[in-house]
C-alpha cells in the first residue's frame, strides 16, 4: 500500500516553517495551462493546517507580523518515502476557521502578475520572444526559462496598460507559446503543442478510477482574427493638457505615441533619447527636450511638480490598421450550429504572425472531445499529450489543461483535457507505439 502526505514549507524572512503529515488537515493543488495562451490560468493551492503553536496566531505572536501577502511556498508530497516536489507558490490569504484551524491559499507567479500592474509598451519593428520577455519579466524579477525553439520567434505591436499577466498573455498568443508553472520552481515558457501526431504517456485504464466523463464540445464553425498593423501619423497630437498642484503624478497613455513632448512648470530641458542612447529627433532633424523633472517611461509619464502649472503632453500617434483574418470550416449544412470565435484584441498579432496564430486557434477549437478522469499517483501534468481509453472502445489523444491534486488524500489527480478522436485503429505493438490506419503516433522522447 502506497503511503503519501503533504509538506508545505513557508519561507519567511529568518527560517522555514514546515507543515506535513497529520499537521496538514486538507491541501489541493489546482494546475493550469491554457494550450494557445488564449488566456493565462492561475494556479492555487488551498490548504488548512492545525495550529498547535501559540505564536502562529492571526492576533499576534512571533509569526504574525512575517506572514505577509506573497510569501513565498514550496509544496511536496511524500510518496512511499520520497519527496515529489508539486510546485511554488505565494501566499494570497489566510484565515482562522476554528480556535486551531488556519486555512491558507496561495497562487502561483501567473497570480502574482495579475496584481501586479503594467504601464503598456510598443515596439514598432519586430523583437524575439528572448529579448522582450527579457526586457519585461526582469523588471518585477520573474525568474522564466524559455524553450530554445521558441526564442526566436518574432512579435511586434502595441500592449496596452493593465497588468503582467495580460501582457504575458499578449506576448505569448502572438508569439506562439504557452505558459506552465505546474511542478516548476519557475515559470516556464513552452511551444504550443497540441495532440496531432506524439505523446507523453498513456494512461492505462488500470491508472484510473471508475469515475470519467467525455464530453462533446461543441463545434466552432468560424475562427476570425484581428490583425493590427501600425503606421505614424503626420499631425502632432495632444495628449494631456491640465492645470497641476505640486505633487508628484503618474499618467498613462491610451494608445502608443512617438516624438512626446513636455511642457510645464519648473522645465529643464533635457535631451529625449532612446534606452539605447539614440537621439529622438522630429522629421527636421531637431532634437526633442524634456523637463527634468519628467521621467518618460514606455506607455507613461511620471512626473514631481514643486511648483504648480499647466502640464501639456504632445506627440505623434500611431493609426492600428486593423484586418480580419477567417477561417470557416467547410461540410457545413444548414442544419449546423453555427458557432464562432472572435479576437480583436491581440494587438501584438499582425499580418506577418497572423496566419499562424489562426491556424492554432483553429486547432486549439477543434480539440472537441473533453474527458474527466481520476487517477492514482500518476506524474501526469497540464502541457502533457496522453493517450487514453474512452467509451465503446474508443481512444482519445489529448492535451492535458487542468489537474487537481488532492495531498491529504492518498495523492489522487482528477484531470481534466481536450483532445481528438484517435485517428485509426488501436493497436498495441510494444514501447507506447501505436499504428493505426490513417496515422502511426509514437511515444514522444
Not at 120 to 139: A, P, V, Y
Request: glycine share 8%; net charge negative.
Amino acid at each position: 500500500m502506497t503511503v503519501t502526505y503533504p509538506i508545505i514549507k513557508m519561507y519567511l524572512d529568518t527560517e522555514i516553517l514546515t507543515f506535513s503529515a497529520e499537521e496538514v488537515v486538507s491541501a489541493v493543488v489546482v494546475e493550469e495551462s491554457d494550450s494557445i495562451s488564449a488566456t493565462l490560468p492561475i494556479s492555487t493551492i488551498e490548504f488548512s493546517i492545525i495550529n498547535t503553536n501559540s505564536e502562529f496566531s492571526m492576533f499576534g505572536g512571533e509569526y504574525f507580523d512575517l506572514l505577509y501577502e506573497r510569501l513565498p511556498i514550496r509544496v511536496l508530497e511524500n510518496v512511499d518515502g520520497d519527496d515529489v516536489f508539486v510546485g511554488k507558490f505565494y501566499l494570497e490569504t489566510w484565515e482562522n476557521v476554528s480556535e486551531q484551524v488556519i486555512r491558507f491559499k496561495a497562487i502561483d507567479i501567473v497570480g502574482v502578475m495579475a496584481n501586479t500592474t503594467y504601464d503598456g509598451g510598443f515596439w514598432d519593428t519586430e523583437i524575439t520572444l528572448e529579448d522582450i520577455l527579457e526586457e519585461i519579466l526582469s523588471r518585477i524579477n520573474v525568474l522564466y526559462t524559455l524553450d530554445d525553439t521558441i526564442k526566436d520567434n518574432e512579435v511586434e505591436g502595441w500592449i496596452p496598460p493593465g497588468t503582467y499577466r495580460a501582457a504575458l498573455q499578449h506576448i505569448c498568443y502572438s508569439g506562439m507559446a504557452a505558459v506552465l508553472t505546474a511542478r516548476s520552481e519557475t515559470l516556464d515558457i513552452i511551444p504550443i503543442n497540441l495532440p496531432v501526431a506524439t505523446y507523453d504517456s498513456v494512461i492505462a485504464d488500470s491508472d484510473k478510477s471508475s469515475a470519467q466523463s467525455v464530453e462533446l464540445l461543441p463545434l466552432v464553425t468560424t475562427v476570425e482574427i484581428v490583425t493590427h498593423m501600425y503606421t505614424q501619423n503626420a499631425d502632432i497630437e495632444d495628449i494631456f493638457s491640465e492645470d497641476l498642484a505640486i505633487g508628484n503624478y503618474k499618467i498613462v497613455f491610451d494608445k502608443p505615441y512617438v516624438g512626446v513632448v513636455i511642457n510645464g512648470p519648473g522645465y529643464t530641458p533635457l535631451i529625449l533619447c532612446t534606452e539605447g542612447g539614440v537621439d529622438i529627433t522630429t522629421e527636421n532633424g531637431d532634437t526633442i527636450e524634456i523637463g527634468g523633472e519628467y521621467v518618460l517611461g514606455p506607455n507613461s509619464l511620471y512626473l514631481t511638480l514643486d511648483t504648480a502649472g499647466l502640464v501639456e503632453i504632445t506627440g505623434y500617434g500611431w493609426t492600428d490598421n486593423r484586418r480580419a483574418l477567417i477561417f470557416t470550416e467547410t461540410g457545413l449544412t444548414e442544419f449546423t450550429n453555427k458557432l464562432s470565435i472572435d479576437v480583436a484584441e491581440a494587438t501584438m498579432v499582425d499580418l506577418d504572425n497572423g496566419e499562424d496564430v489562426l491556424d492554432v486557434t483553429r486547432d486549439a477549437h477543434r480539440l472537441r472531445y473533453k474527458q474527466n478522469v481520476k487517477l492514482l499517483q500518476s506524474t501526469v501534468k497540464p502541457a502533457d499529450i496522453v493517450l487514453t481509453s474512452a467509451f465503446s472502445g474508443q481512444h482519445i489523444l489529448a492535451r492535458v489543461n487542468k489537474v487537481s491534486l488532492d495531498l491529504t488524500g492518498g495523492y489522487i489527480m482528477e484531470v481534466e483535457m481536450t483532445g481528438i478522436k484517435f485517428p485509426g485503429i488501436y493497436a498495441d505493438v510494444g514501447a507506447y507505439k501505436f499504428t493505426g490506419t490513417d496515422a502511426t503516433l509514437t511515444h514522444g522522447t
